[in-house]
């Protein structure tokens, strides 16, 4: 299994409040993403990373914002969370373009995410 | 833009029997295409992939074929068992903006009884 974990696995939190999700990966892979999954939707991309500090939106990126400072770690941040943004959130890495599996993406564990 | 389409589940079988899950897709480009699979609980896995037109692909006894004239992927295995219970996903990858995206079907629930 590709190293990729997700913190926290589970969070309950308050509409208004400011949540921060990690995804760590230990396989020195270039390209970071950030999905959301939600009953009949499958996965939609919030934001994607293609390098250190090099970020770009996805198809639902409004209300998330994103953050690479190492290679290792990609964030996603909601500044102000609200009910609809209550979803399981997956990250997931990929390698580089030049590289024989840049096609392929590997997920992690994913974080269930309520707000209230 | 890019889309994925998937029959509808749920999809309920006896073990043994054949397994067709239908994927179809619209792409600009020539798009890889995958099929990612969802056990309880936990994240999505890649099952099989196929890169380019006619290849197929194949894994842990499932098949699919990238059949570009009628812009299809079609999930096969020719005998379930219990522990393939799961939701699968199609989904396509194309080169946009910096990197490979990929574009999701909206899975399908398969469950296998014994």
């Known amino acids: 299994d590709a190293g990729i974990t997700q913190s926290p696995r589970h969070k309950v939190t308050e509409t208004g409040t400011p949540v921060t999700l990690r995804c760590h990966q230990t396989?020195?892979?270039?390209?970071m993403y950030w999905y959301r999954q939600d009953p009949g939707h499958g996965l939609r991309l919030i934001h994607y990373?293609?390098?250190?500090?090099?970020?770009d939106k996805g198809e639902v990126s409004d209300g998330y914002s994103v953050s690479r400072s190492k290679t290792e770690d990609f964030l996603l941040t909601l500044e102000s969370a609200t009910s609809s943004q209550t979803s399981v959130y997956f990250c997931a890495i990929s390698d580089s373009l030049t590289s024989g599996r840049s096609y392929e993406q590997y997920f992690g564990p994913g974080t269930r995410l309520t707000v209230t | 833009g890019n889309s994925v389409t998937q029959m509808e589940g749920p999809v309920t079988l006896s073990e043994e029997a054949f397994l067709t899950i239908n994927c179809t897709y619209t792409a600009t480009g020539y798009p890889s295409l995958f099929w990612y699979v969802q056990y309880p609980g936990e994240g999505l896995q890649l099952l099989l992939k196929?890169?380019?037109?006619?290849d197929k692909g194949s894994n842990k006894g499932f098949e699919a074929t990238y059949r570009k004239e009628t812009t299809s992927f079609h999930l096969e295995k020719g005998s379930v068992q219990v522990s393939d219970s799961a939701v699968y996903f199609c989904?396509?990858?194309?080169?946009?903006?910096?990197?490979?995206?990929?574009?999701f079907g909206s899975g399908t629930q398969l469950t296998v009884l014994p």
């Open positions: 989904a396509l990858s194309t080169l946009s903006g910096s990197a490979r995206q990929l574009t």
């Open positions: 990373s293609y390098g250190v500090k090099d970020t």
């Open positions: 196929a890169t380019k037109a006619d």
């Open positions: 396989e020195n892979h270039r390209y």
